[in-house]
């Protein structure tokens, strides 16, 4: 069974900087398409980054220079870096990973989530 556990959320101002982790068991980072996706309420869940097997990345265009996604495979844990926060991240971070073949962008590509860790970025 895979379980997924965000942690490094909080409260910061605009301007500053956070770093997500995504502890993973029962599946390896080095296997296939790990995500990071967020949701602030009354909006749809949307993808901010995503790494392959392969380590290729890919981020949103509204995060695009601020937001590095990288993994430790030995440990096994998805990082979401970002940096220059603004008040508009503000929302629910979602570590996503997707145990078929394959990658993709939507929140349907992806079979396995996490709790979510918040993140408030105030002005």
């Known amino acids: 069974q895979v379980q997924l556990l965000e942690s490094g959320g909080g409260s910061v101002q605009a301007g500053g900087s956070l770093r997500l982790s995504c502890t993973i068991s029962g599946y390896r980072v080095v296997t296939g398409c790990m995500g990071w996706f967020r949701q602030a309420p009354g909006k749809e869940r949307e993808a901010v980054a995503r790494?392959?097997?392969?380590?290729?990345?890919s981020v949103a265009d509204s995060v695009k220079g601020r937001f590095t996604i990288s993994k430790d495979s030995a440990e096994n844990i998805l990082y979401l870096q970002m940096n220059s926060l603004k008040p508009e991240d503000t929302a629910m971070y979602y570590c996503?990973?997707?145990?078929?073949?394959?990658?993709?962008?939507?929140?349907?590509?992806?079979?396995?989530w996490g709790q979510g860790t918040q993140v408030t970025v105030s002005s």
């Open positions: 790494i392959d097997r392969a380590d290729a990345t």
């Open positions: 996503s990973a997707r145990t078929a073949i394959g990658c993709g962008y939507r929140p349907i590509d992806y079979n396995a």
